[in-house]
């Protein structure tokens, strides 16, 4: 039998039988929909997280200290302290700047406004440059506040939004605990980075944060404890050996050796490594829950075809009766499967990126409609199709043609 | 017609179902000839083996044992497909039940088997056009875009014959075709069978009614599985034909 025969058969079959066709494609539809949708949905977040990262700042190398608590009533030891950001900063060469950053959270207060658990992040001069932040309105604070422990602070666009509404919050004074202190500056919308949200934070020197908001009763023989210490490299430095450097010098000054350190280092490469690698998972987990959908589908095409089998066994045995070799039945049942998933497959495409648009535009999730994506369900659902479709072809093949003249 | 040449030639012909002690024979070594253009019924009760006979005659399934020539082609042991394609290109079949393809226009249903010949491929013009000229054969030239629910059983045994010839066939075999028919639209099928067996079509006819085999040249009587006898119905070929078709008529 010729395809084009062939072909046109089997379109007549599935155009006598419209609704139990699209029933049958139906699992084909979903199923390469869902691939296409669940693809351009981790493509979607991927770009998102990795534009994130890069918000973070460039050439970052990120120190950050590991308490070891002694049990009770003991000094708590190790971790970093301020003073080995400045030792950093001068000891290590290829390194542009370094920001420290020690986090408190505190109630704040404006007139009437209360806001609760508002994170305070102590930090340096150098913030705005390494983390990627931009002043919209008045400025950051300069060297000499922060030596001075001026009662600044800047506020991220959001916080500033919730304790100023429209009113100019420059030059306003801010109750912070217990603490009065003027906004001098707000920050340019930044967005949620990870889980950090850098638009609801109020920026103040770290060294107010040691006086007024953290309370150490060590820090007079041990320094003030920080939490992260972000160094800026020079992009051309040789990254590996910068690392190299700060370790050495962290476990000379913190009198450690290399396997008990108290401190991590990482590099924004680990971090997009470390993204990357979970994305990676979430999207190849999304892509095998699709595609368990595109082979039920393909189960069901395998049903509804075993059915008609069994309905048009009386056809079958008058095609067979007026020539039809078993592979002529055979081809036209395979024939038909085929066309089935990939009519499935082509609406299921109009479905996917449908689908894939109108979810970006009504969640808050980024959708990127992946070319590869359509390719592969699309592909896929061929393939399931003749797979699946084998079987019952094969048994409308093996039936007997007396039999088959007989059935009612 | 002169020097008839053997169409059918069946030597022995066993056929078993089942096996072991359950095993039950349908035949029991039949051995029958059938000349080109002749018209022959196959008569007897039900369990004698004229069913089993016809299956076998018609390439719808395999002897047990003995031997079938068909068209000078011993078709014995052959396989499926080649038996498909013999019944495709040697045999054409009316049934009765007709057996037409439901929802499908009498041209289609006419042009069927013209998909399967893959010996001798036409294209769809060609077939069409042979299609119509069968179907003005069998009277329905005025009906080929109608669907089989559409047509009188008479009608619908007409495009099942129309089928039957498409291909050329070296024989016909009809299973009861007037078993599902009133006795006009009987008889109109029958004279048709005999205005086909008049242009020298050999018909192979299968029927339990005596009238109606009395129709043919010869009657072949089976009895448990064997021939019981062979009855010459004691006319000539035309005179039948002329005499059956004007009472059709």
Known sequence: ?408 | MTAQQTIIQTIDLTKVYGMGDVSVAALKGVSVDILAGEFVAIMGPSGSGKSTLMHILGCLSHPTDGRYILDGEDVSHMDRAQLAAVRNQKIGFVFQAYNLLARTSALRNVTLPLLYNHANPKTLAEGDEKARVVLELVGLADRMNHQPHELSGGQQQRVAIARALINDPVMVIADEPTGNLDSHSGEEIMGLLHVLHQKGTTIVMVTHDPKIATHTQRTIHLLDGLVDNVVNNGHDVAQVSDLRYKEAK
């Open chain 1, 1 to 408: 039998m010729k395809p084009s025969e062939a072909m046109r058969i089997a379109w007549e079959a599935i155009l006598k039988n419209k609704v139990r066709s699209v029933l049958t494609m139906l699992g084909i539809i979903i199923g390469v929909a869902a691939v296409i949708i669940m693809v351009a949905i981790s493509a979607g977040t991927e770009a998102t997280i990795s534009e994130q990262i890069t918000s973070l700042g460039s050439n970052l190398v990120f120190v950050q200290g590991s308490f070891q608590r002694g049990g009770p009533g003991q000094i708590p030891t190790g971790g970093l302290v301020y003073d080995d950001a400045a030792a950093i900063q001068d000891n290590v060469s290829g390194v542009v700047s370094v920001v420290v950053e020690q986090n408190s959270s505190e109630t704040v207060k404006v007139g009437d406004v209360t806001l609760e658990n508002v994170e305070l992040l102590g930090t340096t001069t150098g913030f705005p440059s390494v983390r990627d932040m931009d002043i919209a309105e008045g400025r950051y604070f300069s060297e000499k506040e922060l030596e001075r422990k001026s009662k600044v602070a800047v506020l991220g666009s959001t916080i500033a939004e919730e304790l100023f509404g429209d009113e100019n919050p420059i030059g306003q004074t801010i109750t912070v605990g217990n603490t009065k202190l003027v906004v001098i500056g707000v920050f340019e919308e930044k967005g949620l980075v990870g889980n950090t949200d850098f638009d609801s934070r109020v920026y103040l020197p770290i060294s107010v944060v040691f006086q007024k908001f953290i309370f150490n009763p060590f820090a007079r023989f041990m320094g003030d404890n920080i939490r992260m210490v972000y160094v800026e490299v020079d992009p051309a430095a040789n990254l590996d050996d910068i690392i190299t450097q700060i370790e050495l010098l962290l476990i000379k000054r913190h009198e450690v050796t290399a396997d008990t350190a108290d401190f991590a280092i990482t590099t924004q490469q680990d971090i997009i490594a470390t993204q990357e690698s979970t994305t990676a998972a979430f999207r190849s987990l999304l892509a095998w829950v699709a595609g368990v959908s595109l082979i039920v589908g393909g189960i069901g095409i395998m049903n509804i075809m075993l059915v008609s089998v069994t309905e048009r066994t009386r056809e079958i045995g008058i095609r067979q009766a007026v020539g039809a070799t078993p592979s002529d039945i055979r081809i036209q049942f395979l024939t038909e499967a085929l066309l089935l998933s990939i009519v499935g497959g082509l609406i299921g495409i109009f479905v996917g990126v449908g689908g894939s648009y109108i979810f970006g535009l009504i969640s808050d999730m980024r959708t990127v409609i992946q070319a590869s994506s359509i390719l592969l369900a699309f592909g896929s659902a061929a393939i399931v199709g003749a797979f699946f479709g084998y079987y019952p072809a094969n048994r409308a093949a093996q039936l007997d043609p007396i039999e088959a003249l007989r059935y009612e």
